[in-house]
Structures are given as structure tokens and as C-alpha cells.
């Protein structure tokens, strides 16, 4: 999928899945004020603050009352490159988006777009056709998620395979012995 905001954006290259289940998850205790669009319908922005810096941007993915998301990690930026270089105060197109944190300043993300549904302004979401989406698909690796202190070997981190826009590389995968 390619995500624009106000026509800056890119192809999604890398995310990592939270469950209401997952203590990991912003929705783990329930729902609060923060935390109150994951709770709402799927498709859905929800924006927070990370350590009080950065602004991140999930996505709503389950039904109404239920709370569980993506957190978007890192895109491949295709549209409105100089308006993300100058969001970003930096030319090195593969580090605009790589990271929840650069990506949310790149596109301009803030708190006025929480809870507003992905597919209508600010937010538009392209879907790659059928078979470029099987092509894709073929090439997502997984593993542990990044930056969380529980949960930690859940593998909810998926990514582009050798994309050089993720936030950061995928540990090669575990042979064992004997199978190589």
C-alpha cells in the first residue's frame, strides 16, 4: 500500500502489529483518553507521542471495542520528496520515513489527525494492483518488534524483504544445523 498525506508519502515498507492481548500494546490496560481511537472502528488513524518527542501513526485494525493496530515503522518515499526533505531538515531520501518517528515528521503527522479514518483527506491510502500485491506479499519477512521492553520475541515486525528504507535491517533467519 502507498499512504499519502496531503499527497507526501510513500510505499509502506515496514510495521509491527499491537493486540489488546499483547503487553506490549498501548491498549493492554484498557482503554483511556490516549488511547480511545483504538477502541473505535477499523481504518482509523491512531497518533500518539512517543517519550514526548515524536508523533506516531497506527492504524485501526480491529472491530469497535477491541484494541489492536499497526504501528507504521517505515516507508519508501515517492510523493512530495522535497517537502519531506525540507519537514526533515535533511537530503538522504532513504532516511525521510525510516522510523515511526521520522515518517510521522515527514508526512506532517500531529495530534489533529488522530482518530480521523484512513481513507479520507488528510490521509489517502493506494493499493498496489493484484499482482504487484502477490509479488509483495512473497517478499515480507518477520521478526521482533523494536523499542518495547515486554513482548519482546513476539514476531509482529514485518517488513519490505532488502528494502533500504526500513527503520533498521531484519536479523538474517536461523539455519539449523545440519539444513544448510
Given at each position: 500500500m502507498t499512504l499519502l498525506v496531503d499527497g507526501v508519502g510513500g510505499c509502506i515498507v515496514e510495521t509491527e502489529a499491537y493486540d489488546q492481548t499483547d503487553p506490549a500494546s498501548h491498549t493492554f490496560g484498557g482503554p483511556t483518553v490516549r488511547n480511545a481511537a483504538m477502541f473505535g472502528p477499523p481504518g482509523r488513524a491512531y497518533v500518539y507521542r512517543s517519550y514526548g518527542l515524536h508523533w506516531c501513526l497506527n492504524t485501526v485494525c480491529r472491530e469497535a471495542g477491541h484494541g489492536a493496530g499497526v504501528l507504521l515503522r517505515a516507508l519508501e518515499p515517492t510523493h512530495g520528496i522535497d517537502t519531506m526533505r525540507q519537514r526533515r531538515g535533511l537530503q538522504d531520501?532513504?532516511?525521510l520515513c525510516a522510523g515511526p518517528g521520522r515518517l510521522a515528521q515527514a508526512l506532517g503527522i500531529d495530534a489533529g489527525m488522530n482518530d480521523v479514518p484512513l481513507h479520507m483527506p488528510p490521509f489517502a491510502l493506494l493499493q498496489a494492483d493484484a499482482l504487484a500485491a502477490q509479488e509483495g506479499a512473497d517478499q515480507i519477512v518477520a521478526g521482533?518488534?523494536?523499542?518495547?521492553?515486554?513482548?519482546?520475541?513476539v514476531p509482529w515486525r514485518f517488513g519490505l524483504k532488502g528494502s533500504r528504507y526500513l527503520s533498521r535491517a531484519f536479523a538474517a533467519p536461523q539455519v539449523p544445523p545440519g539444513s544448510g
Open positions: 531520501v532513504r532516511l521482533p518488534r523494536i523499542g518495547i521492553s515486554k513482548a519482546v520475541d
